[in-house]
């Protein structure tokens, strides 16, 4: 059945991706979704209304209330152009599937809305006045009403949204099948939380994250650059096991002393605790050998330059062979803080690879973001790729004109052999030596830092070459 969806306008190549990762939760499928959906007449790509085609309204009202990103889906009784093709469109609309609905003992709620623009309260009662042709029988029930109604009138979408104007009025009726509660993330914004890092994931993005991989009561979480642990509270919330890991041990084990570290956060929401957190080099991995399969999803943020950088065990010295291995006392191991060295991108995706493939069941998600650079001389972004994992979803973030964070959602289609280890190594060396050198060295963080071209006008007045950003998508 045909429903419309309503989005926030906000992250806008993750709207749909979240919505067919949460159908796909709800199905019982892993793999990708593919929800067969259509624009309203008239309508922008970019805009808010989307018709999308479900099985069911209980798999409707079950992705509403998950979703960050959807604000209400409706079964839509009518629309038009007009009041009047409204009217004609709502009496046709079938009255078995209207009538139980506006019967005796019922009760409704209606609410008037427009996208990009605020409808006065005299406005709002001369469109319930033409609406008064719909037979309710039920009383009206703002604070709790049985059934809920949606009159959604567009006419102007405003100048701050970066949509084009509109090119014809629509309206929408519609009876609400469900709707999000975006409360949660006033409950775990950043700026409440207990102990937090620079690099500390916001709640919004968290929640996204989880929902791409499909986040649920029972399955186990891994996180292998936890920090202070922002994802895993996320993942923690919808009901899952949660682990994480980080190379330094002050923050997974000390944090700012007793009563301010990752437990205490888990703790102030009254979250279940991770079943452990562990100091651990990614490059490095501190699993037995012949330990596979035993994550249903990896989320993380790798380190990749910008506001902090990847660190993997060893220090220079030891890396280059100026010193050997060495064993540290027992009487200083308490305190000791190993010596670490820079850690590439280009590597620690390898890594990451390797790791998701050994330790993900079949069927079990990598979630995680990945930089790209948005100069206009820049080449067409090419993402890491493994014999054992399928790429379904790329959600891009605008972060400034200079770069970007795509969010990679892979989902595990093979099991890990020797074989596919073999050619996932061949096939890191070719990404690497083909698509990631500006990544190396530092050159990630040089570009996005670096002065912005400076030219002189006609006038004498400095400027910038690069275009002016306007964060439509943050």
Request: with cysteine; charged share 25%.
């Amino acid at each position: 059945m045909w429903y419309l969806c309503v989005f926030f306008h906000r992250l806008l190549e993750y709207r749909k991706a979240e919505f067919e990762s949460l159908a796909g939760l709800f199905e019982g499928h892993s793999g990708a979704t593919a929800l067969e959906w259509r624009l309203p007449e008239d309508h922008h790509p970019d805009s808010p209304f989307h018709f999308v085609n479900l099985p069911s309204e209980e798999m409707a009202r079950d992705i509403a209330g998950r979703s960050i990103l959807v604000k209400g889906i409706y079964e839509l009784w009518g629309e038009g152009r007009s009041f009047e093709e409204l009217e004609e469109a709502i009496n046709s609309y079938p009255d078995d599937r209207k009538l139980p609905y506006l019967a005796p003992g019922t009760t409704f709620k209606i609410t008037v809305e427009s996208f990009g623009k605020a409808i006065s309260s005299r406005d709002q009662s001369d469109r319930f006045q033409k609406l008064a042709f719909i037979p309710f029988k039920g009383k009206v029930n703002l604070r709790n009403p049985g059934h809920r109604f949606c009159l959604m009138d567009n006419d102007d979408y405003g100048d701050s949204n970066g949509l084009p104007p509109v090119l014809q009025r629509r309206i929408f009726f519609g009876r609400e099948v469900g709707a999000s509660d975006r409360k949660i993330l006033q409950t775990y914004q950043l700026k409440s939380r207990k102990y937090l890092g620079p690099t500390a994931m916001d709640a919004e993005m968290a929640f996204l994250m989880a929902n791409q991989a499909q986040v649920k009561p029972g399955k186990l979480v891994y996180d292998p650059f936890v920090g202070t642990g922002s994802i895993l509270i996320a993942a923690a919330h919808f009901g899952a096991m949660t682990m994480g890991a980080d190379i330094d041990i002050r923050v997974v084990r000390d944090g700012r002393g007793p009563d301010c570290n990752v437990w205490s956060n888990f703790k102030q929401y009254g979250l279940p605790m991770p079943i452990s957190l562990l100091r651990a080099d990614n490059n490095l991995p501190p699993w037995r050998s012949g330990l596979k399969e035993v994550f249903d999803a990896i989320i993380c943020d790798p380190p990749y330059g910008v506001r902090a950088g990847g660190r993997k065990s060893g220090g220079r010295k030891l890396l280059k062979g100026v010193i050997g291995p060495y064993t540290v006392p027992d009487d200083k191991r308490t305190d000791h803080i190993p010596s670490t060295a820079p850690y590439s991108l280009v590597e620690c995706v390898h890594d990451l690879l390797d790791l998701a493939a050994k330790m993900l069941v079949m069927g079990g998600r990598l979630v995680f973001f990945y930089p790209v650079l948005r100069e206009e001389d820049s080449p067409d972004p090419t993402f890491p790729e493994h014999p054992c994992f399928e790429l379904i979803t790329t959600c891009e973030q605008i972060l400034s004109y200079r770069y970007s964070r795509v969010l990679l959602t892979m989902v595990k289609v093979a099991p890990y052999t020797e074989d596919i280890e073999l050619a996932a190594k061949l096939q890191h060396i070719e990404f690497k030596e083909n698509h990631l050198k500006w990544l190396e060295d530092g050159n990630l963080h040089s570009a996005v830092f670096s002065p912005a071209d400076i030219q002189i006008n006609g006038t004498g007045e400095k400027f910038s070459s690069k275009p002016k950003y306007r964060g439509k998508y943050v």
